[in-house]
């Protein structure tokens, strides 16, 4: 095989690692892997050069200056590649400084190699001789170094870097000690005679290390964030975990605390009627028997459904007007016609549901704080609205401040009722003439 064969074949190989690291740097957008290219794409340009298909379209001076400047370029882009790898400034800064002392000096050759090849009419080959083989012994001082350097660094990623390093150097140095002893640089018939032939193994064995490094690099990071996703996770199934199982206990808590509640408040409820429906029918006993014992038979019926309510939270609209009825009977066997309770419900509403007791209390609070007499009647509303309101109005005639105080005892349960039942607050209005109450009835679907 001829050098001219071999150095085609090498281009050709070095273009498919380059196309593969293109690939992974669209794909991973670090950059290292964009280092990685630049890197690869400085020897291919410096090769690529000597293909003859090429290099006969080629000026001389463009031949002599990228031979010179382009493997410079690449190890200027080494230089950052290695820190992106290994961290050199923190890991090595002794030798993290030598590098960037060497990019100063390689920046200043590569000047000086433009004005040769551009700048001047006359082409001094001693100088650019002179200078390429003091740049190249320079670097083969700082890589000798270098890699003696990250040789002493523990770690997979710094055996990598220094054997791969290592690799070209030798490759290196076998080209420049051939071409010092008389061999042209890539004219021989056969490749294994041509100085360059080495150096391109070096560069063929670097970039498998340097190939192998990232993949492990990248499969390190794989595994790494695996490991971190799979503790999230962990982490997460457990706080999920303990929020359910708190939520539970709360939800718990809050339905032993609601039933604890409401069972308070009926049970101030009950006495409370009773009490009232006592003291109506002592006074019913000695002027009026007939009446009296009528007035039994529907206290017995009205407190049968007190007791009936007692386990329940909610009762129908149609089942609380029944016992309205009852009691409203109560009332005017007491007061005859100072009082008057007209209903003007809506059909559809009779299956919607509110807490039991809460029209009794609403009922018992007008009579409790206003004046019932058949000179000044006291007049009750009962009225639904079309978005699902059921409203309780009376006429306001209050009784002196020192006969009736207001505890508003009433008004808290019915309050306190629907806020344990997490349901719309009730509204309370009071003009000149009415005091009105309106509370949000609950459609059957709806389970508190």
């Known amino acids: 095989m001829t050098f001219a064969t071999w150095n085609l074949l090498f281009t050709g190989m070095i273009s498919s690692i380059l196309l593969l690291n293109v690939v ?12 990685y290219t ?25 031949l002599y200056f990228v031979r010179a400047v382009a493997p410079m370029l690449a190890y200027l882009i080494y230089f950052d590649f290695a820190d992106a790898l290994i961290q ?16 100063l000096v390689i920046i200043l050759y590569a000047l000086l190699i433009g004005v040769l090849c551009f700048g001047l009419d006359t082409w001094y080959a001693a100088v650019y001789d002179t200078a390429h083989t003091s ?30 390093s290592g690799l070209l150097l030798i490759g290196g140095i076998t080209a420049m000690v051939l071409t010092m002893i008389g061999l042209p640089a890539d004219t021989p018939l056969l490749f294994l005679q041509a100085p360059l032939t080495y150096m391109e193994f070096g560069i063929l064995a670097e970039l498998l290390c340097f190939t192998l490094v990232l993949g492990y690099r990248q499969r390190r990071g794989a595994i790494r964030s695996a490991i971190v996703e799979q503790r999230i996770a962990r982490e997460h199934e457990y706080l999920q975990r303990k929020r359910v199982e708190a939520e539970l206990v709360t939800e718990k808590l809050q339905q032993q605390m609601a039933t604890v509640q409401m069972m308070a408040l009926q049970a101030q409820l009950n006495p409370h009627f009773l009490f009232n429906s006592l003291n109506s029918l002592s006074s019913l006993i000695a002027d ?35 016992f309205v009825d009852s009691y409203y009977h109560l009332l005017k066997t007491r007061y005859g016609s100072g009082i008057d309770l007209i209903s003007d419900i809506d059909a559809s509403l009779l299956a919607y549901r509110l807490p ?10 007008a009579i409790k704080h ?44 019915i309050l306190n009722k629907y806020q344990l039942l997490g349901q719309r607050t009730p509204r309370v209005e009071e003009t000149n003439n009415t005091f009105v109450v309106s509370l949000p009835l609950l459609p059957p679907t709806i389970v508190p």
Do not use: C
């Not at 690869?40 to 000026?59: S, T």
């Not at 039991?356 to 609070?365: G, I, K, R, S």
């Open 24 to 35: 992974q740097w669209i794909i991973y957008r670090e950059r290292i892997y964009g280092l």
């Open 38 to 62: 630049l890197y690869m794409l400085a020897w291919l340009v410096y090769f690529g050069l000597r293909v003859d298909e090429i290099n006969a379209y080629v000026p001389a001076s463009v």
């Open 88 to 103: 050199l400034q923190a890991r090595l800064p002794v030798l993290f400084r030598l590098f960037r002392l060497a990019r």
């Open 135 to 164: 740049m190249r012994l320079l670097i083969v001082v700082l890589a000798t170094f270098g890699i003696v350097q990250i040789r002493g660094l523990r770690g997979v990623v710094p055996r990598y870097v220094s054997t791969g």
């Open 288 to 322: 009026e028997p007939a009446k009296a014992e009528r007035f039994v038979d529907e206290m017995s019926s009205v407190y049968r459904y007190l007791l009936r309510t007692n386990d329940v939270e909610l009762t129908t609209l149609q089942t609380e007007l029944t």
């Open 356 to 365: 039991p007791l809460t029209l009794h209390l609403l009922l018992e609070n």
């Open 370 to 413: 206003n004046i019932v007499s058949a000179d000044q009647p006291l007049h009750i509303r009962l009225t639904t609205t079309s978005d699902g309101w059921l409203t309780i109005s009376n006429t306001l005639q209050r009784k002196p401040a020192n006969r009736a105080s207001s505890t508003q005892k009433g008004l808290l349960n």
